[in-house]
């Protein structure tokens, strides 16, 4: 079974520039996750989507940061414009839809953000 | 207050060695309790879950969730050097979880 998918793997941008991140999940996973994860810390839910609709954007800094899942499949990560704070890794994630039962996550390798 | 804290050492123990490892929360609405690995420039990897209190074991790891302190760990027998790895506790109510900043194990052969 593939796992999740995510490109680039590093990406170095200058502050105020914008990037995006890509995400494929495993096949059949309808909910994916965005995770930020800034060096030494855990990783920080983003937001959540089951199949194409967000179910949970509550830590996206949507003055700035912006995602969708088209189709309910590959999903984007953007950022318009970059501050130095978000250099960081940012993770892709995403997992079955079981009614009773824990949902495990996959993750995927991450996109390496340096914001210069 | 954090949601969830957790020692991020680094902690390093010779091979052989029983490792523990532990996070704190205050969030009494959490009801799944998980413990991921994390090599170096790679994604997390859950290791195992606990739904509410309890231990639970899979070969050389137990994790043990006390809700009534607010407190779960994560015990490794015979810690081996491929052991060596960030160790990530997190924690779900619904749809928001939330991550430990890790500890970083080194288990020296």
């Known amino acids: 079974e593939a796992g999740v998918a995510q490109s680039p793997r590093y990406k170095i941008i200058e502050k105020r520039q914008s990037v995006a991140f890509w995400c494929n999940p495993i096949s059949g996973h309808a909910t994916l996750y965005w995770y930020q994860q800034i060096l030494g810390q855990g990783p920080k839910l983003l937001i959540q989507f089951q199949n194409n609709g967000v179910v949970d954007d509550s830590q996206l800094p949507k003055d700035r940061f912006s995602a969708e899942r088209l189709k309910g499949v590959d999903s984007t990560l953007k950022i318009q414009p970059a501050k130095l704070e978000d250099s960081a890794v940012y993770l892709c994630?995403?997992?079955?839809?079981?009614?009773?039962?824990?949902?495990?996550?996959?993750f995927g390798p991450g996109t390496r953000l340096t914001v210069l | 207050q954090k949601e969830v804290e957790q020692d991020p050492g680094p902690l390093s123990v010779p091979e052989g060695a029983i490792v523990s490892l532990n996070c704190t929360y205050s969030?009494?609405?959490?009801?799944?309790f998980m413990w991921y690995r994390q090599y170096s420039r790679k994604g997390p990897e859950l290791l195992m879950y606990t739904y509410s209190s309890g231990n639970k074991e899979d070969g050389r790891f137990t994790a043990q969730v006390d809700k009534s302190s607010k407190y779960i760990s994560l015990f490794i027998r015979d810690s081996q050097p491929s052991d060596s790895a960030t160790y990530l506790c997190?924690?779900?109510?619904?749809?928001?979880?939330?991550f430990g900043t890790g500890t970083s194990l080194t288990v020296i052969p």
């Open positions: 969030n009494s609405a959490f009801q799944y």
């Open positions: 994630a995403s997992s079955l839809v079981r009614v009773i039962s824990y949902n495990e996550q996959f």
């Open positions: 997190a924690m779900s109510a619904g749809n928001q979880f939330y």
